[in-house]
């Protein structure tokens, strides 16, 4: 069997290029890694192993023979590999990243879910970047290193390194030993599903360690082979003959258990309808199996454990390769065709508090859609942003995903891309909607006719490489459209105008717990999210910014009787004087009380004015403050010290924020008996007789 070691020499072998970047890779390099948590960047020790096929790191000075890395990522799960500073990782660490050169990074994007995982590197310098990008990308894009006995052999031996844990990290194998014992092999055996008896995986132990005191790695995988596929074969070979009787083919498996050359190449013309001259039958068959021998005038032989690794394999697919690339009429008009196409597709996860990404973006554009779908509404600065409007999902930048899309929009096909536009922006940030795909898109944009005398739409062939705008715009005169979502009953809910929507406390029943979850109340229906669970480090955020706002003079927590204890306290104040407190009025709309408001009560004119504040949490989870669309804050500190140097705008006034009023024994007193239940305001001396 061809090992990946040697499958990737001979594979390179014709390019200097690569053959130097696998030489490298393989001794190793020093870099330093960006953490996806909020953790200082620190340098390890980076390889390739060809004989497990994957990219790991070991803490630097303690890489060897018989390290346990630190982390690991299989070859076959990488999806994409990055030039720059394109991931969370640098963005959580901007004052490291500032000091790296952006041509000396790379980021490695992994895994099998939808939302995958980032390695975010930076090499020693540009060329060392490049080499590790150009072998990762060879290695990742390289059908030949993909085989069904070559995942085999690499699965197996994580499994031997690991002793048969399945958990890959070689933290449970016994270094000094290089051989799986019996209780090894049957913790394996129970892990991969194969039902045996204790006593027949202790028979099939003793038939493969054959006194040796244990399985070394290539009894290990023998034994694997014969006790995954032994059950196979019988049933196999009985329902193979038969089948060949039944239609009159001259194949019969023999007892010898092997096809030769011609039985083989009978085999792909009679039962497959996969006609292949015998040199490229030949040829697959040296490249899968080396070790095939010479049968006399036959030629090579395959054991029928080797026929089984061909039918498990990707030349054994049932789709037929032709059609793994465009081979349908493109030349039809667009309307013609099903088009593969993406709902909310910024959304990492559900329609309620999840995190929008541009990342989500890059996913679907890679996994060959060709509609994507871009909710836009009004935005700070007058900047529009994406979100799923009325939830409590994160925003991003309506720029950045655009730029997003032109740079990964014909990465896997030249057909056109369609921008679904929900637009819920003003006629203001439409402009700079239009703006920004001119900007961005460039050339990409579809802006004119393909042919203005044509009576029906052009085909994708004629819109290769062209990205095409659908837009509908507002109603005239309204301010924003409805947007539903599909409840489990297939029907559609309008929650533009929810009457409430927040978190509440449901219990669980099983857990005798009681959980936090998002609701949104509509005029006929309570609909809820899933179960929210909060990281610590981002409740230690909020309640730190809590405690630290509450030291502050402005702030004054929960007044008697707000709105008029705060005019009391600014009664007679240089415009300018200001104070925050917590808001316990309705939210507008809602009519109900909402804690994570606050009010800013300040002078103006010789009136008191008041200016709701609103919490809110972005695509990290932290905690935002805002009183307009336009800037949000990290705490109520920063949001005061913006206003104290920049004009509060709104169409009825504009201010900066004075000094602070502080919440003065003999003031509150003034106000405190206004909440006692003997005061009357506005009652005569006549009506209290």
């Not at 913790?187 to 399985?215: C, H, P, T, W």
């Not at 910024?346 to 890679?366: I, M």
């Not at 920004?436 to 006719?449: W, Y």
């Not at 978190?503 to 009681?514: R, S, V």
Request: aromatic content about 10%; proline content about 4%; hydrophobic content about 30%.
């Amino acid at each position: 069997m061809i090992s990946s070691a040697d499958a990737v020499r001979h594979q390179v072998s014709g390019s200097t290029e690569l053959s130097s970047a696998i030489r490298v890779m393989v001794a190793g390099a020093g870099m330093t890694k960006f953490f996806s948590k909020s953790r200082r960047p620190e340098r390890r020790s980076f390889f390739l192993r060809l004989d497990t096929f994957d990219f790991a790191w070991f803490l630097s000075g303690k890489a060897g023979k018989n390290s346990t890395p630190e982390g690991i990522v299989d070859i076959r799960e990488i999806r994409e590999v990055r030039k720059g500073k394109n991931s969370k990782d640098f963005e959580r660490n901007p004052e490291e990243a500032k000091r790296c050169e952006e041509k000396a990074c790379f980021v490695v994007l992994y895994g099998n879910e939808f939302r995958l995982k980032t390695l975010s590197i930076v090499a020693f310098g540009e060329d060392e970047r490049n080499t590790f990008m150009l072998g990762l990308t060879h290695l990742k894009n390289n059908k030949a290193y993909y085989t069904y006995p070559m995942v085999t052999q690499r699965f197996l031996l994580r499994e031997f390194r690991s002793r048969g844990d399945g958990k890959g990290s070689e933290k449970n194998a016994d270094k000094g030993s290089t051989v799986v014992t019996l209780p090894e092999m049957k913790r394996f055996l129970q892990r991969i599903n194969v039902k045996m008896s204790s006593n027949k995986a202790r028979q099939l132990y003793q038939d493969f360690e054959k006194g040796k005191g244990g399985l070394s790695f290539n009894s290990f995988h023998d034994a694997y082979i014969h006790a995954s596929l032994s059950p196979l074969i019988g049933e196999f070979t009985t329902k193979f003959n038969d089948i060949s009787k039944m239609q009159d083919y001259r194949i019969q498996l023999r007892e010898n258990q092997s096809l030769t050359l011609s039985d083989f190449f009978e085999f792909l013309r009679t039962f497959q309808a996969q006609p292949m001259e015998p040199p490229a039958i030949k040829q697959m068959l040296n490249e899968y199996w080396a070790n095939t021998q010479p049968n006399g005038p036959g030629g090579p032989i395959l054991t029928q454990y080797q026929f089984l690794d061909y039918l498990y394999s990707n030349d054994n697919s049932v789709v037929n390769p032709d059609h793994l690339k465009v081979y349908m009429d493109m030349t039809q008009p667009l309307s013609h065709y099903w088009i593969a196409s993406s709902h909310n597709t910024y959304l990492t996860g559900d329609q309620f508090q999840s995190e929008s990404s541009c990342e989500a973006y890059v996913r679907c554009l890679r996994n060959g859609c060709r509609c994507v779908e871009l909710d836009t509404w009004d935005g700070p600065e007058g900047n529009p942003i994406i979100y799923h409007g009325h939830t409590r999902t994160t925003k991003i930048g309506f720029k950045e995903v655009v730029k997003t899309i032109a740079e990964h929009a014909f990465a896997v096909s030249e057909y056109p891309v369609i921008l679904s536009i929900e637009n819920h922006c003003n006629v203001n940030q439409q402009k700079v909607m239009a703006q920004v795909f001119k900007e961005e898109l460039g050339g990409l944009l579809l802006t004119q006719p393909v042919n203005p005398n044509a009576t029906m739409l052009p085909s994708p062939g004629e819109l290769k490489n062209k990205i095409i705008i659908k837009h509908k715009k507002l109603p005239s005169g309204s301010e924003e459209l409805k947007f539903t979502i599909s409840s489990d009953d297939g029907q559609e809910e309008d929650l533009s105008n929810s009457l409430h929507n927040g978190y509440l406390l449901m219990e669980d029943k099983l857990a005798h717990t009681w959980l936090k979850h998002y609701f949104v109340l509509t005029a006929k229906k309570l609909i809820y999210s899933g179960a929210q669970e909060i990281e610590e480090d981002q409740e230690d955020d909020t309640k730190e910014n809590e405690e630290a706002s509450q030291k502050e003079t402005w702030y004054h927590g929960s007044l008697p009787n707000g709105r008029t204890a705060a005019e009391e306290l600014l009664r007679d104040a240089p415009d300018g004087t200001f104070l925050i407190r917590a808001s316990t009025s309705p939210r507008s709309g809602s009519g109900v009380g909402d804690e994570s408001c606050y009010s800013l009560s300040v002078t103006h004119q010789g009136k008191t004015k008041h200016v709701r504040i609103y919490s809110n949490k972005d695509e990290s989870g932290k905690e935002r403050f805002y009183a307009t669309d336009r800037c949000s804050f990290d705490s109520l500190a920063a949001f005061v010290d913006h206003y104290r140097m920049n004009p509060f705008k709104s169409p009825k006034f504009c201010f900066k924020l004075q000094e602070a009023c502080p919440l003065e024994g003999y003031n509150f007193i003034r106000f405190q008996h206004q909440s006692k239940p003997w005061f009357h305001e506005s009652l005569s001396r006549e009506e209290a007789e």
